[in-house]
């Protein structure tokens, strides 16, 4: 029986104003912009006390949250992965040291970490995947970020679509600026509402996730959630994945572009391209912060 969670309203994440304009109903989820600092969040959404049973039991192998079989595009993702660390890697200082990686999922980035020589450790929620890791041999924390109590300092830490879903903000992002080492830099993925997809797509933009994507960034956004806690951003990039025929068929299929994806289908069957992958955009930036000073 699907659990029943209770809506709250709270102000606005980063300058905690209540004053906001209303943009989209998205699956019964209100969506507005921040009249004082121009953060776009979901109000009113599910409460905090029940936000992070969201992700502790199948949120990877789901038909209403998460993901479908986040492990069925393991090869795709890994690609992912490597791309992204290429990016971030001209920003980390020489040699390797501890990285830890917020809301690692199926350890793919930490696989990625440990091939390059670093000393790697993840947070999870999910119990099927917390099992997995451990069992890899990985060393995995089960608790949310903003009551991770872990002392000491990283020289990497990534959050890959993990932002977005992080409530009590400024607490989480104070969290990381004290375990981060002077010299260490902080990587994210994240939705970015000023993107091009998002602008082309408007309420269909599939990013739109107001269950638990319940606040959507843009570079500017951001720069002011994290200036207050000493950080600041030194790279910012459009980012996508890796996808291949079979996926963006099953994506298009999830978010209700039925007839795209019957034509695309055709399309990359008449091309022979259903063995193909690519990198494609998917609206979302990277962006790097480091401490100031």
């Known amino acids: 029986m699907p659990i029943q969670y209770t809506l709250t309203s709270y102000p606005c994440p980063i300058c905690e104003s209540t004053e906001s304009a209303h943009l989209y109903t998205i699956k019964g989820f209100s969506i507005g912009r921040c009249a004082h600092c121009g953060l776009v969040f979901v109000n009113p959404r599910i409460s905090n006390d029940q936000l992070f049973e969201i992700y502790a039991n199948q949120y990877f192998r789901s038909e209403d949250n998460g993901y479908e079989d986040y492990e069925l595009t393991a090869h795709l993702r890994i690609k992912t992965f490597e791309k992204w660390y290429a990016e971030i890697e001209p920003f980390l200082k020489p040699g390797k040291g501890s990285a830890l990686d917020i809301g690692c999922a199926a350890g793919y980035f930490l696989q990625v970490l440990s091939e390059k020589g670093w000393e790697t450790e993840g947070i999870e929620l999910e119990t099927g995947m917390i099992s997995l890791l451990r069992n890899k041999g990985y060393t995995i924390y089960n608790t949310p970020l903003e009551f991770f109590g872990e002392q000491k300092k990283y020289t990497l830490i990534t959050l890959f679509d993990v932002v977005e879903h992080l409530p009590n903000l400024h607490t989480n992002i104070e969290k990381l600026a004290a375990i981060l080492d ?8 994240t939705p970015d509402f000023s993107s091009r997809q998002r602008r082309m797509l408007g309420k269909r933009w599939f990013q739109f996730k107001p269950k638990e994507h319940i606040q959507y960034f843009t570079e500017k956004t951001l720069g002011r959630a994290i200036e207050r806690h000493g950080l600041h951003i030194v790279h910012t990039s459009a980012c996508g994945q890796y996808a291949d ?12 572009f039925s007839l795209l994806a019957r034509l695309f289908k055709a399309i990359t069957n008449a091309l022979n391209l259903s063995e193909k992958s690519w990198y494609a955009d998917t609206g979302s930036m990277l962006v790097i912060l480091r401490k100031k000073g």
Do not use: E, M, P
């Open 182 to 189: 002077k010299d260490g830099c902080i990587a994210i993925v």
């Open 245 to 256: 025929t079979s996926f963006l068929y099953n994506r298009l299929i999830r978010y209700g």
